[in-house]
């Protein structure tokens, strides 16, 4: 017999199936009510959605098709797995982490507790990536030789790949399975024999797979958050690997590193994007205009009018 814990759960949550009766369990409309009330009182915004898609995924259906079937029963098993979900997602662990996927530049990509959520503001480092590209193809024939810095799930690697068919794309990150996740991704979206993971800290992933001089594109989402400043994110965010948050004391310690380093993996006349914090333009933007190697540098906005990226172009022709 399954038994609904109201203690973990909610003693407003369905207490009358507290233990389920013999027979179908609580139909799809009651679930969402009491399942968006539950999530409503540990401070969810998104309560209703949140439900509908938990609802979805247990019942392997679209999430249109659920709110139209109101009247569709559980089973016992259906309905005890949307319990253990809705638990999870009360103590805030993120939706995409529940789910095992989230959508990226209109493509599914699986997530796990060991790679950051990407975030919807990051398609602005692939917009800026592409209408790079687009400007370095009208001067030079083939493809594009991209390097991403931090690939995560694959995200950037993957959306570049598939809107760049002549694109060769090296993609790094320093953990296992962070590039076990984005291998899945990399293999479902039928790009593998198009982008090479490779493990490593930044640079070091390249030693003996790529020359000196080679790329035509750096792209880079790094940590960027203050380690001081974490403690205080969202109750989702404490549940992503805190190696993809931390930037340093002041969110910037990857992105020196980063663009004191790139001139001598980018080709003259090559560009380099870094994802940035709202706050941090004018300090990344100062980290590009303190050296000789780059100019052109420009910040640009995501759909929020956050600022997002800064990119900027190696000097030289």
């Known amino acids: 017999m399954i038994t609904v814990r109201l203690s973990q759960v909610s003693e407003t949550f369905l207490g009358h199936w507290?233990?389920?009766p013999p027979g179908p369990g609580p139909s799809v409309e009651e679930c969402l009510a009491s399942g968006t009330l539950?999530?409503?009182?540990a401070g969810i915004e998104s309560a209703r959605l949140d439900a509908e898609c938990l609802l979805a995924h247990i019942l392997t259906c679209p999430r249109w098709l659920v709110v139209l079937e109101k009247r569709r029963r559980l089973t016992r098993e259906q309905f005890g797995r949307y319990l253990r979900l809705l638990q999870q997602r009360e103590r805030r662990e993120p939706l995409a982490y529940l789910l095992g996927t989230r959508e990226f530049w209109s493509l599914p990509l699986v997530v796990d507790s060991g790679v950051l959520i990407p975030r919807p503001e990051t398609e602005t480092v692939v917009e800026a990536a592409l209408a790079a590209c687009a400007e370095f193809l009208l001067?030079?024939?083939?493809?594009?030789?991209?390097?991403?810095?931090?690939?995560?799930t694959g995200a950037i690697a993957i959306a570049l790949a598939r809107e760049l068919p002549d694109a060769r794309v090296f993609a790094t990150d320093s953990s296992r399975r962070a590039l076990r996740v984005a291998r899945a991704n990399v293999e479902a979206h039928g790009v593998a024999d198009r982008i090479t993971l490779l493990r490593g800290n930044l640079w070091r992933a390249l030693d003996g797979v790529l020359s000196n001089g080679q790329a035509d594109?750096?792209?880079?989402n790094p940590p960027y958050i203050p380690s001081g400043a974490?403690?205080?994110l969202m109750?989702?965010?404490?549940w992503e690997p805190r190696r993809a948050l931390d930037g340093g004391p002041d969110g910037l310690r990857f992105h020196r590193e980063i663009i004191a380093t790139a001139p001598r993996h980018l080709r003259p006349g090559g560009f380099l994007l870094v994802e940035i914090g709202a706050d941090q333009a004018a300090a990344v933007v100062g980290l590009f205009e303190a050296g000789d190697d780059f100019e052109a540098c420009r910040v640009l906005q995501d759909l929020a009018a956050r600022d997002r990226v800064v990119v900027a172009q190696r000097r030289g022709n």
């Open 230 to 232: 974490i403690e205080a």
């Open 235 to 238: 109750p989702e965010v404490q």
């Open 38 to 41: 539950l999530l409503e009182r």
């Open 139 to 152: 001067r030079s024939p083939g493809g594009p030789v991209i390097i991403d810095l931090c690939t995560g």
């Open 18 to 20: 507290a233990p389920l």
């Open 217 to 220: 594109l750096i792209v880079s």
